[in-house]
């Protein structure tokens, strides 16, 4: 009998525990004819879904303060980004860093374990800077070879990461 009731205590921490864990719902991809940006992302918490832009502003349920936690990067992270949205609750948002070469500082890195990459010089030096991939959906721009269209303009999104909601402007 004691063991059940200590069972019976050990299954409701764990439970009370779980209700409390933030999951990404959705990264919100932006896209124009010529940019591809991360405007926000959505987060599961208690069956509620919550927006939160990238500088860590509530968007929908403003009234979500009381149960998801908002860090930011400070001093003691490093000083390349200092005042960033460093998490969502259990949600790491990473950045690129000197570490990472010089090219993306400061850029979006990884929200949660979805990476995010951006052409580089050794992509060809028509795009440098722009959104290269998130998770597996790659982003291809047109390029000075193609005369079709302007270059710098996308060309297509392929690819299925699960959680990336693509918003067309």
Known sequence: ???KRILFIILLTSFSFMSRAQTLAHINLEVSTAHATVRSVDVASNNLTYCVDLVGHFIANADAGNNISISYYTESDGFDNIGKLKSIGNI???YYTQ???PD?????KSIGNIAISYYTQYDGFDNIGKLKSIGSTTI?????F???QPSGTIKSIDGNTP???IITI
Not at 104 to 108: T, V
Not at 140 to 144: G, S, V
Request: aromatic residues 12%; charged residues 20%.
């Open 1 to 3: 009998m004691i063991l």
């Open 92 to 94: 790491p948002v990473t």
């Open 99 to 101: 570490f990472d070469g």
């Open 104 to 108: 993306n500082i400061g850029k979006l």
């Open 140 to 144: 291809t721009y047109y390029d000075r």
């Open 146 to 148: 193609d005369i079709s």
């Open 163 to 165: 959680c990336l909601n």
